[in-house]
């Protein structure tokens, strides 16, 4: 017997968003709002525009106790009332932050939606910050910490972000000691009043829903919350050059690599051709990197690249667990590839099967009422209108093979780029020496 021929993948179709209904309060609260599916459900998203970016050299990672306070209730009920509050609407809550946001979400029944809208203007309006609750939040915290340093790979990001970003908040991945241990409940405090405000929220509302009752409940719960400080803009001044940081884990089995330099951001032109390319060259599991690395040498498990982004910055990075022995290879062979896509266009088989997992991936993300209201809120962060999302795909078909290797010999430069090496560094030193001067990490 034969095997059927491998079918043809067809090209998907291009992304429609459906109608967003977008108002704004009088205070300033933006509102976006999307009528979609069929399931009785709605994701609810408040989005804060603070995070890591608005914090001091002496504040890192406080606005993640922000965040931990927020889980503890608000002053008309403490954090189990409240999660039993939010769990009789169908539903639970996550607050969490990252580089540049804070967020509330939840998923609840569509009838409840204007009850979890009221649940989060209560919140946000009225944290609780227990005094009492402070030690066990910076016990949590500082435990979090510990783990995370005992990860290689949590070093080596905090190594490579601080050689690409150096004093800016971005490049601030640990706070340093001491930190966790001086913060105060009132300075908590303090940091979340002086930054949540109307004027730096957006109530994000997907799936079925009423959007007047909806829209009354934000002008109840909201619409009269102070405007707050305005959006301060911290941008950054990213630079790479070629050196080689190493971190010494003495008798450490693996090294774990990273290697990368800053991108243009989502407003580039350069953008898709961006994403498509890093998916060819190592962002995908049958990309070139992991290929050669995984399956020709068996020098390491799960290589990959990312283009990683925050507000109009972007960089791009592979990253790699390589035998100890082989780290010096594993270097020569990524170089090679990163230098052989440079100079070389790929076969028009290989690009349009990385078309198709870029376009395909992208397309996913608003495939469901809770990631649609995610991504709409990305548009938002990135400042990004809606074209962006609906050309995505046909821009991605539009490129041929010579557009990749453009794409690879402007952006992805070897000689501007920063390595990391997290390992055993009596074995690892002389091997990494040939790409870049050698200096000591922490």
């Not at 913060?183 to 303090?190: D, G, I, V």
């Not at 979340?192 to 009423?210: K, T």
């Not at 940081?245 to 243009?264: E, F, N």
């Not at 093979?401 to 055993?424: E, K, Q, S």
Request: proline content about 8%; hydrophobic content about 40%; aromatic content about 8%.
């Amino acid at each position: 017997m034969t095997a059927p021929s491998r079918p043809q993948v067809g090209r998907p179709p291009p992304l429609v968003l459906p109608t967003i209904t977008r108002c704004t309060l009088a205070n300033g609260l933006r509102i976006a709002m999307v009528e979609v599916g069929e399931i009785p459900k709605v994701g609810v998203r408040l989005v804060l525009d603070v995070g890591d970016v608005d914090e001091a050299p002496d504040e890192v990672w406080l606005s993640r106790l922000a965040v931990e306070f927020l889980n503890e209730g608000s002053d008309r009920r403490d954090g189990a009332a409240f999660a039993e509050a939010v769990a009789a609407l169908g539903g639970d809550l996550a607050a969490e932050s990252d580089d540049d946001t804070t967020t509330l979400r939840a998923r609840v029944l569509s009838e409840h939606a204007p009850a979890l809208v009221r649940l989060f203007g209560e919140l946000v309006r009225t944290p609780r910050f227990p005094a009492e609750e402070l030690p066990r939040l910076q016990a949590d915290l500082l435990r979090r910490i510990d783990l995370a340093r005992a990860q290689p790979q949590m070093l080596a990001l905090a190594r490579f972000r601080s050689a690409l970003y150096g004093e800016h908040p971005y490049g601030r991945v640990f706070p340093g000691d001491g930190v966790i241990e001086g913060f105060t409940t009132e300075r908590a405090r303090t940091f979340f009043d002086a930054y949540a405000g109307a004027a730096r929220a957006v109530l994000y509302v997907a799936g079925r829903f009423d959007p007047e009752a909806v829209l009354a409940a934000a002008e109840e719960a909201l619409g009269d919350w102070p405007a707050g400080a305005p959006v301060q803009a911290h941008p950054p001044s990213p630079a790479s050059e070629r050196l080689v940081h190493v971190i010494d884990r003495p008798g450490a089995p693996q090294t774990t690599l990273y290697i990368g330099l800053p991108v243009p951001d989502t407003h580039d032109p350069s953008w898709v051709p961006l994403s498509v390319t890093n998916a060819l060259l190592g962002g995908a599991f049958s990309s070139r990197i992991t290929m050669n690395l995984r399956e020709d040498k068996g020098y390491t498990y799960s290589p990959r690249s990312v283009i990683s982004l925050r507000r109009r910055d972007a960089h791009w990075l592979q990253l790699a667990d390589v035998t100890t022995a082989h780290t010096g290879d594993s270097l020569h062979e990524i170089f090679l590839e990163i230098e052989r896509l440079r100079a070389e266009s790929p076969p028009p088989e290989e690009l349009e099967d990385s078309i198709r997992y870029v376009a395909g991936g992208f397309l996913m993300r608003y495939a469901s009422s809770a990631s649609l209201a995610d991504q709409i809120a990305f548009l938002d962060l990135h400042g990004l209108d809606t074209s962006y999302a609906t050309a995505f795909v046909d821009r991605a078909y539009a490129l041929t093979p010579d557009d990749i290797r453009d794409t690879a010999h402007t952006y992805l430069r070897p000689n501007d780029m920063t390595i990391v090496a997290v390992g055993d560094g009596a074995t690892i030193r002389e091997q990494a020496a040939p790409y870049g001067r050698v200096v000591e990490g922490e």
